[in-house]
């Protein structure tokens, strides 16, 4: 499961090219495989289950995790599988990030292992808040495995949230204590050479307690929301994975001078730079790769920032006599990044556009943009 990444992975143009019942008695091992759910044809509104719940029995304590098996069904009936057969028994968390996450469920220890077989993924019902558990995964499509997280504090919420990938199957229901002393037993690291290990998984019923009510999206979220709203899904064959981040997550990464004149700006415009939100949606393989970001503060022309933000997310760039290319009836400036490298970069209302891509046909990409 990725960090929170720079804005200046733009620059690098890899926008995404890479958390009680007594317990009844230990059922007989099963063998391995993928589990046989389906994911829902329609998402729940909000996490639910009907009270099954795994317990963890570790180096540090107990701590028990109810499943969302009714929002959740394809991901809970795999780990519900793989603790049943004794998977867990001996592994590991190899990855603890204090306020953020703790991460375990790879025999191999190395954040890379699974159980030979991955899974389907489902649309994630509900919120990346402390004591959630949601699959590990890559950037790939269905790629989840027997690799899954415990988030250690809501503040998490915003840099999963970008992602929106991490199939939310259970939460912690008992001994988040634990979880927080499994945390604090080892040094912070991606990779744990010691971790603390799982002794034994068993199965048990609980009642899950009611979900937290979501606070409702704040001004600069809903900005977000909306420029979201506008990337596109797919481009140039490629279906396209999307992160979106307000100015509040990423603002300290820029350079003060350049935000300051965004601030002079957005002032004389009458409106309010913490609105400014920024999206990336980006896919790629062997044969190529398309990547599109958007920067916009709302109600303030592209144009009168084309300059600012442009430094902001290509630092590498030249911005002196930029080229300019013309598809249909949209004209796009180039900015050349070195190394054969450019971006197209085009004002369209008060939303700013940046595409780079080894796709021959750009300017189907171009103009598909709203």
């Known amino acids: 499961m990725p960090h929170h990444r720079l804005l200046t992975a733009v620059a690098a143009l890899s926008m995404v090219a890479a958390a009680a019942l007594p317990a009844l008695a230990q059922a007989e091992e099963r063998p391995l495989g993928p589990p046989e759910a389906t994911p829902n044809p329609v998402p729940l509104d909000t996490p ?17 995790v109810g499943l969302f098996n009714e929002s959740a069904p394809v991901a809970s009936e795999n780990i519900l599988n793989l603790a049943e057969s ?54 790939a499509p269905n790629s989840q495995g027997s690799q ?13 949230e970008a992602y929106r990938t991490y199939t939310i199957f259970g939460r912690v229901v008992e001994g988040m204590d634990v979880v927080d002393a499994i945390v604090a037993a080892r040094e912070p690291s991606d990779l744990i050479e010691d971790p603390v290990r799982i002794l034994s998984t068993s199965v048990e019923q609980v009642e899950l307690p009611p979900e937290p009510t979501p606070e409702p999206p704040t001004p600069a979220e809903a900005a977000a929301d909306e420029l979201a709203a506008l990337m596109p ?18 603002g300290s990464q820029f350079d003060p001078s350049i935000v300051a004149e965004l601030q002079t700006v957005a002032e004389e415009a009458g409106a309010d730079l913490d609105l400014m939100a920024i999206a990336q949606a980006s896919a790629g393989d062997a044969d190529g790769f398309v990547s599109i970001a958007a920067a916009s503060v709302p109600g303030v022309d592209a144009e009168s920032v084309f300059d600012p933000i442009a430094q902001l997310l290509l630092p590498s760039g030249d911005f002196e006599d930029l080229d300019e290319a013309t598809f249909s009836d949209r004209t796009a400036s180039v900015v050349d990044l070195g ?32």
């Open 233 to 250: 899904q797919s481009a140039g064959g490629y279906d396209l994975q999307q992160i979106v981040y307000t100015l509040d997550e990423v």
């Open 148 to 160: 899954f997280f415990v988030i250690l504090d809501d503040a998490a919420e915003g840099s999963l």
């Open 48 to 64: 639910a289950g009907d009270g099954t719940a795994i317990r963890f029995t570790t180096d540090e304590g107990d701590f028990v």
């Open 339 to 370: 190394n054969d490298q450019v971006v197209y970069v085009l004002p369209i209302g008060d939303v700013l556009w940046f595409i780079t891509t080894s796709v021959e046909d750009i300017e189907s990409i171009i103009t598909a943009l709203p």
């Open 86 to 139: 004794g998977y867990y028994d001996g592994v590991g968390f190899h990855r603890a990030v204090p306020g953020f996450v703790l991460q375990g469920g790879d025999p191999d220890g190395t954040g890379a292992g699974g159980p030979g077989y991955t899974i389907e993924d489902e649309d994630v019902v509900g919120q990346y808040g402390r004591g959630v558990v949601a699959m590990a995964r890559t950037q």
